[in-house]
């Protein structure tokens, strides 16, 4: 089992393009998360999902979208990428709301 | 001011050293999680705990939800033990974090 897996690991984008972030988990995990990671601050939540079609607001949803079209598989859109969206992200899975989350090794994403 | 504090913020302790990190939280919580995130980035889930103390291996966590703080022990502190430890709190579907306490075990 690759457990959770993310796609790229890195990236440099200029101030305005897009991109998408993947996450895929093969737990069959029904909850999954997206974090991003800043220096001296905790992990905050962007947006997470409870199941496959649907998807929810977490602290920080700004300036992302996200989509869960299939179970094993969680997307993470910027449609205009700022400068303040560079940051390591997370992807993490779950079976349920409190048992333990199963991380992604991460995506470093840099914006210009 | 944060819904989970942790303390100390950085942490450095000589090998064999009984270290502890503390976790507090102002709002009721079902279950608390404790993570490590290694030097290269990847984390790790290592408790829940809603009551009580669970002990794995060298690691004991313990919880008082009436007082809202817990607590991560490490017993004979090695090198390896050095990484980033996370407290987080279970609130309905999602987890909240504290900022971290960075752990240097020196040899």
């Known amino acids: 089992n690759a457990g959770v897996t993310q796609t790229p690991k890195f990236r440099v984008l200029k101030t305005g393009q897009s991109m998408t972030l993947l996450c895929a988990q093969d737990?069959?995990?029904?909850?999954m998360y997206w974090y991003r990671q800043d220096p001296g601050m905790g992990l905050r939540l962007i947006h997470y999902?409870?199941?496959?079609?649907?998807?929810a607001k977490g602290e920080v949803p700004d300036g992302y979208n996200v989509s869960r079209l299939k179970k094993q598989n969680f997307l993470l859109g910027l449609e205009s990428a700022a400068p303040s969206q560079t940051s390591v992200y997370f992807c993490?899975?779950?079976?349920?709301?409190?048992?333990?989350?199963?991380f992604g090794p991460g995506t470093r994403l840099t914006v210009l | 001011k944060n819904e989970v504090e942790q303390s100390p913020q950085n942490l450095t302790a000589q090998e064999g050293e009984f270290i502890t990190i503390n976790c507090s939280y102002s709002?009721?919580?079902?279950?608390l999680h404790w993570l490590q995130q290694h030097p290269g980035g990847g984390i790790v889930s290592l408790f829940m705990?809603?009551?009580g103390k669970k002990k794995h291996g060298r690691l004991i966590a313990t919880i008082n939800i009436q007082e809202k703080h817990s607590s991560l022990h490490i017993t004979a502190s090695h090198p390896r033990d050095s990484a980033v430890y996370i407290c987080?709190?279970?609130?309905?579907?999602?987890?909240?974090f504290g900022a971290g306490t960075i752990l240097r075990v020196k040899s």
């Open positions: 993490a899975s779950s079976y349920s709301n409190w048992g333990p989350q199963f």
């Open positions: 737990m069959n995990h029904e909850y």
């Open positions: 999902s409870v199941g496959e079609g649907t998807t």
């Open positions: 709002v009721g919580i079902s279950a």
């Open positions: 705990l809603s009551s």
């Open positions: 987080a709190v279970i609130r309905g579907n999602k987890l909240v």
